[in-house]
């Protein structure tokens, strides 16, 4: 088995400032993802990445830049937090994309003052 | 949007009830995807199932799949407490690298 690794587990920052989110899956899955849930909502894909050094947008990467420099590793970092902002920001990973099952990690949540 | 009728949003259950979910998407997929999320965690599957596959069982849930309606249901047969959860389906998107969710199914099972 494997497992993803968020960190940090809370995030609180201030209204405008550059926030990094970084995850880690020892899975040596080649996919890894990342995606955006609000309060009562679904899973919305920000940025996704097939490969070491690859990077795809997904269709709420605005606002957000995502760094994959190693397969284990997955960052992503919010460009500038906006005030009074809430979500949670989970990692997953997969071995054949959407054919196979993702695995996430156990989020990170944050908060703008 | 992948989803054209949205999830049901929640559902109540008493212990021992069985209860059905429900989701229609819009574009061809190969595969639909039913994962549950346990408050504070992250979502985790509990089954796939893909488009030559009209029914799959995983101990009390059943999930199938109808490729001519383009929808899918996921069947809990005697709810327990411990099925409380939200429960999201998920297809592949159209370059089959990830995946589209849906707004999910708040399930609430009391004893």
């Known amino acids: 088995g494997g497992i993803i690794t968020q960190t940090p587990k809370f995030l609180i920052g201030q209204e405008g400032q550059k926030l990094t989110l970084k995850c880690q899956q020892n899975?040596?899955?080649?996919?890894m993802y990342w995606y955006r849930q609000d309060s009562g909502k679904g899973l919305r894909l920000i940025y996704y990445s097939i490969t070491e050094n690859d990077l795809q947008k997904g269709d709420l990467s605005e606002g957000y830049d995502a760094s994959r420099e190693k397969k284990s590793s997955f960052s992503l970092t919010v460009t500038s937090a906006q005030k009074n902002e809430m979500a949670v920001f989970l990692c997953a990973s997969s071995n054949r994309g959407g054919q196979d099952t993702q695995y996430f990690g156990p989020g990170t949540r944050l908060l703008v003052l | 949007s992948q989803w054209g009728e949205e999830n049901l949003q929640a559902l109540s259950i008493q212990e021992g009830e069985d209860v059905t979910m429900n989701c229609s998407y819009k574009t061809y997929t190969t595969v639909v995807h039913w994962y549950r999320q346990d408050s504070g965690r992250g979502p985790a599957l509990i089954i796939l199932?893909?488009?030559?596959?009209r029914e799959k069982r995983s101990g009390r849930l059943r999930a199938t799949l109808d490729t001519s309606s383009q929808s899918s249901s996921l069947s809990i047969t005697a709810a327990q407490c411990e099925d409380t959860a939200v429960y999201f389906c998920?297809?592949?998107?159209?370059?089959?690298?990830?995946?589209?969710f849906g707004t999910g199914t708040t399930v609430s099972v009391s004893p």
């Open positions: 199932i893909r488009s030559n596959e």
């Open positions: 899975f040596n899955h080649d996919t």
């Open positions: 998920a297809t592949d998107d159209q370059g089959g690298r990830a995946l589209i």
